[in-house]
């Protein structure tokens, strides 16, 4: 008798349990797969272990914690490029490979800036605002923390023998900077910002920033026809891939296993700033 009369009830409750779930369910999804606005904000971001590189999402609002520095720095002589920048080991190779085809085509090129830490980045970032004042500077800088060099897989280049790139109307136009736009994704290189694009990517038109992907990564991101941040977002809202076939190649060392990197000394903050040529990295 009880469970006759309950059962019109029951049912309701069921129907509408399971209307919320999916109501929940749909926002999750929409939630987890839209690109975040360009908001200025200090979020950790999902994706920072040192093996993680490749996936990292930086951008005015996610950020790296201050002690990220990777171990295993090289400068770039070792690609035979100009050597008072570094980058981490495992881009040395395709760096080195994509210098000499560029060189090959006439459009020789050199390294203006490369890993900045994040004591770095806070003078190159104070440089700029300076400069440009704060509105402009976070348009075109990034903040502490926020910065793809910081990765130790990004690289600022110029053309060799020429000024900083960001002296020029559109650098993208000279000859190292429309052979990099044309090839860099062959050696695994992509350009983070791109021009029109900075409602999505967060910063304006830089055609001498590229970010280290690999090369299989670097030609997806070309096909998918979308900017580097949209990319690494989709793949960080997807659906976590099957688990790994064991392999018997040596894994990298989770971040665990690694030295804990030395947090920037206070004094690093208060270091005179150094003349535009010289620094500050775009
Ligand atoms: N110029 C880019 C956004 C940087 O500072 O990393
Ligand atoms: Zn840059």
Redesign the pocket.
Known sequence: MMGRMATPRLRLLALLVACALATALAATVVSASSLPSCKVADTLTAQRSYAAWSRTV?DTRYRLPSTYRPVDLRSTANAGLNGSNTVRSFVIADLRAMAAAARRAGARLAVQSAF?SYAT?RS??AYWTQVSGYAAAVR???RAG????QLGT?I?FRSYGGSAPWYYSDWGKTKAGAWLRANAWKYGFVM??PKGKSSVTC?AY?PW?FRYVGRAKASHVRASGLTLREYLWREQSAPPPPPPTPSPTPAEPSPSSEPTPVEPSPSAATTPEPPPEASP??
């Open positions: 930086l900045r980045q190159t970032f075109s800088s990034a926020h910065s793809e060099h990004t600022d983070s910002y910063y830089e920033h990295g775009g």
